[in-house]
């Protein structure tokens, strides 16, 4: 009986054990590099694959300034993804006249795609519906895989 009971205890360990290590071994976590444009501004980004083989990512900032106070004035940020299959990809955008920056500097944006980022970067735009990237880049992320 006793001997039973330290394979059960080895047997839950190892499960356990195996789940974290996919957990982790699927998931990133990616940090984007300073801001001239807005240096104040701290994020992450997390990618991980789910069960339908597509990318779930979300970002999450602090102390982003509302676009309209950039220079020029803009009247939204806009998230891009790179991609090795399907390129450079408008994947939402961070508007604060939809609560999504607060009032405390704060952002985030859930998407999912059916492709691989390998890099992430947000543009000051005056439209969201758009299906290329201005030049004017606040914040990037290293390229990641």
Not at 33 to 48: E, F
Request: glycine share 6%; with cysteine; charged share 15%.
């Amino acid at each position: 009986m006793k001997q039973y009971l330290h394979r059960s205890k080895f047997i839950g360990l190892a499960a356990f054990l195996v789940l974290l290590f996919f957990t982790y071994s699927c998931s990133h976590k990616i940090g984007f590099m300073p801001s001239t444009m807005v240096p104040a501004a701290q994020g992450k980004v997390k990618v991980k694959k789910d069960n339908n083989n597509n990318y779930k990512i979300a970002v999450s900032l602090v102390n982003l300034a509302p676009p309209d106070r950039l220079q020029p004035p803009y009247s939204t940020y806009v998230v891009w993804i790179e991609t090795t299959q399907n390129g450079t990809q408008n994947i939402g955008q961070l508007n604060s006249s939809s609560g999504l920056l607060s009032k405390t500097l704060k952002a985030n944006l859930d998407a999912v795609s059916p492709y691989k980022p390998t890099r992430l970067f947000i543009t000051a735009e005056n439209s969201g519906a758009i299906q290329y990237p201005g030049p004017t880049v606040v914040l990037s992320t290293e390229n990641f895989n």
